[in-house]
């Protein structure tokens, strides 16, 4: 329901940010060819000077939540479901937090009624289950799980799925 959809990635896979096109987002801007300030600009101008509604922080970098603070609109919401391990101290402009009255909500427990939730709504988006297959770029068996992590974080893959031997 969402009007619009930024999507800032990385271009480290080729197919990585048309996917993201595929997938639903209206603007998709690479971190690896605009800076931070234009991408503040982009999206600033895109929202008509206001900010977005809600951001969601999915990369697990340090250095994206400050600037996903900046991209929100006063009484936005931010949420952090991919900072779930320990990559760093991150800086919080926590004026940003108090002055603009933004929600930030972390998330790294589901339960099974939010499962539900979740495949009740792939469920409902079987026009895009072709480009949710597609980010599927690797498939390996367990014994190599290593190596298929290796390929993610190299960017030789952008989803590694693990099989059964």
């Not at 760093?88 to 929600?103: I, R």
């Amino acid at each position: 329901g969402a009007a619009s959809v930024t999507l800032i990635g990385s271009s480290s896979h080729p197919d990585r940010l048309v996917l993201a096109s595929r997938l639903g987002a209206t603007n998709v801007l690479d971190i690896r060819s605009t800076s931070e300030e234009q991408r503040r600009q982009t999206l600033f101008g895109i929202t008509n000077g206001i900010g977005a509604d809600v951001a969601i922080e999915c990369s697990g970098s340090p250095n994206a939540v400050p600037e996903g603070l900046g991209l929100l609109r006063p009484r936005g919401r931010y949420l952090l479901p991919g900072q779930y391990s320990d990559r760093g101290p991150v800086p919080l402009p926590v004026h940003l937090v108090t002055l603009n009255a933004l929600q930030l909500i972390g998330s790294a427990q589901f339960t099974p009624d939010d499962r539900q939730a979740y495949f009740a709504g792939l469920m409902e988006m079987s026009d895009r289950w072709d480009a949710i297959t597609a980010t599927i770029t690797l498939r390996a068996p367990v014994s190599e799980a290593d190596s298929a992590l290796q390929a993610v974080r190299q960017g030789k893959a952008i989803k590694a799925l693990l099989v059964p031997e």
